[in-house]
C-alpha cells in the first residue's frame, strides 16, 4: 500500500459518509431539487473527483511534514550559531525542549502585525512577487519522494512521478522572477540592488547545477526519483562523480541563499536586501520559504548523490531520508557559520570561472564512465 | 473540454496584457503567465517533458533576461512614453 492508496481509500470512505445523508435528501426532496442532489452525489462519487482530492491530500501531507522539518531547522540553525559563536541560542520559549517553541512564537508575533503596502509601491507586483516565491517552492517541494511507497503519487504503482526530478528543478528555477518582481515593485534602492544581484547569482549557479544534474541523468539513465535512486543501488553517485557532488553542494547553497552567498540580503550593506519593504506575515512566509528551499536541496542532494532512501533496512526507508537530508542540512549550516560572505564579484567569479569549469569536467566524467560500460 | 477552454482563454487574455498594459513590469509578469499556461497546455497533450523545459527556460531564464533588460534601461524613458 502506497500514499496514494491510502489518501484514495480515506476521501472514498468520506464521501461515502456524506453521500449517504446525499442520496437521502435527493429520494425525499421533490422533482428538480431532489435530482440535483442525486447528480450531485454521483459527481462527488467519480472516480476523477476522488483521485483529484486524493492527489491534494498527498500535497498537503508533504507540505505538513515539509512544515514541521523547516520549525526544526530553523532551530537546529539558530541553536547552532549560537554554539558556533558561543553564546546559547534560544532557550526561554518552551524551556523544557531546549527553546525550540520560539520559532512558533517569532510565527505569532510576524502574523499579527499589520501589511503595510509602500504607497510608492506597484500594488501588483508587490502582493504577487511574494505569492509566486512561495507557490513555485511549494510545487518544487510537492515532487520530493521519501521512499517508492511514500510522496506525491498519481497511481497505486510504486514509480512515482515521470520526470519528478526535473520537475523539481523547473519550479526551483521560477523563483528568481519573483524576486526580481519584488525587489523592483517595492519602490526602494536596497530592494531592487537586492533583487538584481540574487536574480543575477541565481541564473549564473543554476547553469553549473543544470550540467552536474545531467550527468546524474545521464548515470542513470532516468529522471524521476525511483530511476535515479535504484541507479545508486550499488554505489552512490557521490563517489564517481564527487567533482559533480561538490559543485552542486556549492551551487545549492547559492541558490537557497544562505551564509558565504547571501548577497541578496547583505544585512550589512543592504538592509534586508530584496524583502527589506515584505510586511508583517510576507516577511515570515518569505522566511520560512527560504529555510523550505534549503530543506528542498538538502532533499535533492540526497536524491541525487547520497541513495536517496537506500540504508540498511534496520530504520524505515522514509526515515534513512530524512536522515540523510538533515545531515546534508548540517554541513550547510557549517559552512554557513563558518565563511565569510562573498563579494559579487568573487560570487560571479567562482560561478562562471570555477564552478562552470568543473561542472564540463564531471560531465566528460560521466560520459567516460557510461561508454566504459560501469553504469 | 472546460479545462483547455480555461487555459486557452488565460494564455490569450494574458498575451494580450503583454501588448496592452502600461506599467512594462506588468507585461513582464503577463508574459511569464502566458508561458505557465502554454506548458499546461503542453502537459494536456501528453508532452510532459516540452512543458518542464518550457517552464525551466522560458519562465526560468528568458523571463528573467528580460527582466534584467528593462532594469537596466532608465525609468524616466518609460514614464514619458507612457503618457
Known amino acids: 500500500m502506497n500514499l496514494y492508496t491510502f489518501c484514495y481509500g480515506l476521501i472514498h470512505w468520506l464521501v461515502d459518509l456524506v453521500n449517504n445523508l446525499w442520496f437521502w435528501l435527493g429520494g425525499h426532496l421533490p422533482g428538480a431539487l431532489g435530482g440535483f442532489f442525486t447528480w450531485a452525489g454521483d459527481l462527488a462519487k467519480s472516480d476523477l473527483n476522488i483521485s483529484f482530492f486524493a492527489i491534494l491530500l498527498e500535497v498537503l501531507i508533504m507540505v505538513i511534514i515539509a512544515l514541521i522539518n523547516v520549525l526544526n531547522f530553523i532551530w537546529i540553525d539558530r541553536k547552532w550559531m549560537g554554539r558556533m559563536f558561543d553564546f546559547y541560542g534560544p532557550y526561554y520559549v518552551g524551556y523544557r525542549i531546549g527553546g525550540w517553541l520560539q520559532n512558533l512564537a517569532d510565527g505569532i508575533k510576524l502574523f499579527v502585525k499589520e501589511i503595510i503596502v509602500p504607497k510608492k509601491a506597484d500594488r501588483l507586483g508587490f502582493l504577487l512577487g511574494p505569492v509566486i516565491f512561495v507557490a513555485s517552492s511549494v510545487a518544487a517541494l510537492s515532487t520530493i519522494q521519501f521512499s517508492p511507497q511514500f510522496g506525491v503519487l498519481t497511481s497505486g504503482v510504486d514509480t512515482g512521478v515521470p520526470a519528478g526530478v526535473l520537475i523539481a528543478f523547473a519550479f526551483f528555477a521560477i523563483a528568481p522572477f519573483s524576486i526580481l518582481v519584488t525587489g523592483w515593485s517595492s519602490n526602494n534602492k536596497f530592494t531592487l540592488i537586492g533583487g538584481l544581484r540574487s536574480a543575477a547569482q541565481m541564473m549564473s549557479y543554476e547553469i553549473p547545477m543544470l550540467l552536474v544534474v545531467a550527468s546524474v541523468f545521464l548515470l542513470s539513465g532516468s529522471f524521476s526519483f525511483v530511476g535515479v535512486v535504484g541507479a545508486q543501488h550499488s554505489v552512490w553517485f557521490f563517489i564517481p562523480l564527487f567533482i559533480g557532488f561538490l559543485v552542486f553542494l556549492t551551487c545549492i547553497v547559492a541558490e537557497v541563499e544562505i551564509q558565504p552567498f547571501d548577497l541578496a540580503e547583505a544585512e550589512a550593506e543592504l538592509v534586508e536586501g530584496w524583502t527589506t519593504e515584505l510586511p508583517g506575515f510576507r516577511f515570515g512566509l518569505f522566511m520560512m520559504t527560504s529555510y523550505m528551499r534549503g530543506y528542498i536541496g538538502g532533499a535533492l542532494v540526497v536524491t541525487l548523490f547520497l541513495g536517496g532512501w537506500q540504508g540498511p533496512s534496520l530504520i524505515p526507508a522514509e526515515l534513512w531520508f530524512l536522515i540523510k537530508a538533515y545531515l546534508v542540512f548540517l554541513v550547510i549550516e557549517w559552512m554557513r557559520w563558518s565563511n565569510m560572505r562573498v563579494r559579487i564579484d568573487q560570487l560571479l567569479n567562482i560561478g562562471w570561472k570555477r564552478l562552470m569549469p568543473l561542472a564540463v569536467i564531471n560531465l566528460l566524467i560521466a560520459v567516460a564512465l557510461k561508454t566504459m560500460g560501469w553504469f | ?83
Open chain 2, 1 to 83: 473540454m472546460f479545462m483547455f477552454l480555461f487555459l486557452a482563454a488565460s494564455a490569450l487574455i494574458s498575451a494580450l496584457l503583454v501588448v496592452r498594459s502600461r506599467e512594462i513590469v506588468h507585461s513582464v509578469i503577463a508574459l511569464a503567465t502566458c508561458f505557465i499556461s502554454i506548458a499546461a497546455l503542453y502537459i494536456m497533450l501528453s508532452a510532459e517533458f516540452v512543458a518542464i523545459i518550457q517552464i525551466l527556460v522560458y519562465v526560468g531564464a528568458v523571463v528573467v533576461v528580460i527582466l534584467f533588460g528593462i532594469m537596466l534601461t532608465k525609468r524616466e524613458i518609460m514614464e514619458s512614453e507612457k503618457r
